[in-house]
């Protein structure tokens, strides 16, 4: 089963076919980051109408090679994210559905990026090749950190979530901070290549609970860099170390404490090198990680979890709607 998937939540516009929900035929991801950079962040409107550009061109390039009778549904992202930006993909998805009497298939964004661990053309970074549930998953974007317990396919049960800005956000700030570009997660990354992780900078544990916090340490990170004392190197190394830190033993703790075998990671901070080295090096159980072009937004993620909607009888129908503030769990 072919199922076409479709991503325009925030600044990707992306469009992809995945085959039974894991081999990947086409991916194609259309990123407006330049055009973003220049104002150091996603602005909604310019967002919105770059969707409306490059979504045709994007999924004709998507569709090369195949015809609409090779597919056999379309999945498309409904929210969480931008409204202007998710109303593109759903009424083209719509459009297209109509025009070819496929199914249409909701879906959830946050669920997509879980699934991006079924996409099955790369070596798993470290796991044991399946999935094995219940599991626990780790979204780390730019604007969730939820850690959910997955019992099976589209069963999610939220366990903790962030209480102020989420991982990549605060990436995104700390980059800001430090005058380097947007997207933040790739310049600290970056950045932190020639540093050192000298500082220590504070950990929110919030011990009594599975949630997150990542404001005080943005703000620790201000002082820093505003009493000018240490090289920015180092002050990406130390901030990147202290988010890395916080996510490794919290996750880990929760594995524990729920009994699971697995951990699955999942969103773009999911792509940052020391963060999954540190859990692979870290946890006693298998830790699934998609390569770092697969935890950014893309739509193969979204035909992949679109897969096992479908299977679950959980099609969509023409009023399906866009639902920017869409939680998981
Ligand atoms: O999942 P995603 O592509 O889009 C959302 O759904 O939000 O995540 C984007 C976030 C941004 O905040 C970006 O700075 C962060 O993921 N990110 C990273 C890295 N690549 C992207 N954070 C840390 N290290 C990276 N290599
Ligand atoms: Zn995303």
Redesign the pocket.
């Known amino acids: 089963m072919k199922i076409l998937g479709i991503e325009t939540?925030?600044d990707?516009t992306a469009a992809a076919v995945v085959e039974n929900g894991s081999r990947l035929i086409s991916n194609v991801v259309a990123s407006q980051i330049e055009i973003h950079a220049r104002y150091g962040g996603v602005v909604p409107e310019v967002a919105s109408r770059q969707h409306l550009l490059t979504i045709i061109p994007t999924i004709n390039r998507a569709m090369s090679g195949l015809t609409w009778r090779d597919i056999d549904g379309i999945a498309v992202t409904y929210g969480p994210?931008l409204a202007g930006s998710l109303l593109v993909g759903v009424n083209v998805a719509k459009a297209m559905a109509l025009a070819t009497a496929l199914p249409i298939i909701g879906v959830n964004?946050l669920e997509a990026?879980v699934y991006a661990n079924w996409l099955e053309d790369y070596p798993s970074a470290g796991g044991n090749g399946g999935v094995i549930f219940p599991c626990l998953c780790l979204i780390?974007?730019?604007?969730?950190s939820d850690l959910l317990l997955m019992k099976g396919h589209g069963e999610f049960e939220r366990l903790g979530r962030t209480r102020d800005d989420?991982?990549?956000?605060a990436?995104?700030k700390a980059?800001r901070i430090l005058g380097l570009g947007y997207?933040?997660?790739?310049a600290?990354?970056q950045a932190s290549l020639s540093g050192t992780p000298s500082v220590p900078l504070p950990r929110a544990w919030l011990k009594e609970s599975h949630d997150f916090s990542f404001s005080g340490l943005k703000t620790s990170m201000w002082h820093l860099v505003h009493r000018g004392e240490v090289p920015a190197a180092d002050a990406a190394a130390s901030f990147q170390l202290a988010i890395a830190d916080v996510l490794v033993t919290k996750t880990i703790e929760a594995a524990k404490q729920l009994q699971v075998q697995q951990i699955l990671l999942s969103?773009?901070?999911a792509?940052?090198?020391t963060?999954t080295r540190r859990f692979l090096n870290n946890s006693p159980i298998s830790v699934l990680v998609p390569p770092?072009h697969l935890?950014?937004?893309n739509a193969a993620m979204v035909a992949a979890c679109g897969y096992y909607s479908f299977r679950s009888g959980k099609a969509s129908d023409y009023s399906l709607d866009v639902v920017p503030s869409l939680g998981l769990g």
């Open positions: 939540s925030c990707e994210g964004h990026h780390v974007s730019g604007g969730h989420a991982a990549g956000e990436f995104d980059a997207p933040g997660g790739p600290i990354e969103g773009g901070v792509a940052n090198k963060i770092p935890c950014t937004d």
